[in-house]
């Protein structure tokens, strides 16, 4: 079991900038695949980008690329997102999740942490 928790949500301005941060625990991090979802009152949770083990495969919602960076620090157990350039419909709950294989489902959710974004 891999125990996730996601902290640096927020208020901010639009065009303003905003780290969120997932601290694993429970198991090896270092086999995990990461990744960080959203959910905006109303729609549908979507994928917002995911990165390897090892950093090397990075995916990322099209539309958001160049707005949105993810990594990792394995030596602590943590996943980021930096977003840049926030705009209002980027307000949502933002989960972080892991899962064990290369693909398939993503096995483990954080509790979520909200950004809102001002107009």
């Known amino acids: 079991q891999v125990q996730l928790v996601e902290s640096g949500g927020g208020l901010v301005q639009a065009g303003g900038s905003l780290r969120l941060s997932c601290a694993a625990s429970?198991?090896?991090?270092?086999?995990?695949?990461m990744g960080w979802f959203r959910q905006a009152p109303g729609k549908e949770r979507e994928f917002v980008a995911a990165?390897?083990?090892?950093?090397?495969?990075?995916t990322y919602l099209d539309s958001l690329k160049g707005r949105f960076t993810i990594s990792r620090d394995n030596n602590e157990n943590t996943v980021y997102l930096q977003m840049n350039s926030l705009k209002p419909e980027d307000t949502a709950v933002y989960y972080c999740?892991?899962?064990?294989?290369?693909?398939?489902?993503?096995?483990?959710w954080g509790q979520g942490t909200q950004v809102t974004v001002s107009s």
């Open positions: 999740a892991g899962r064990s294989g290369s693909t398939g489902p993503f096995e483990y």
């Open positions: 429970g198991r090896t991090f270092n086999n995990i695949v």
């Open positions: 990165i390897t083990w090892n950093g090397h495969s990075i």
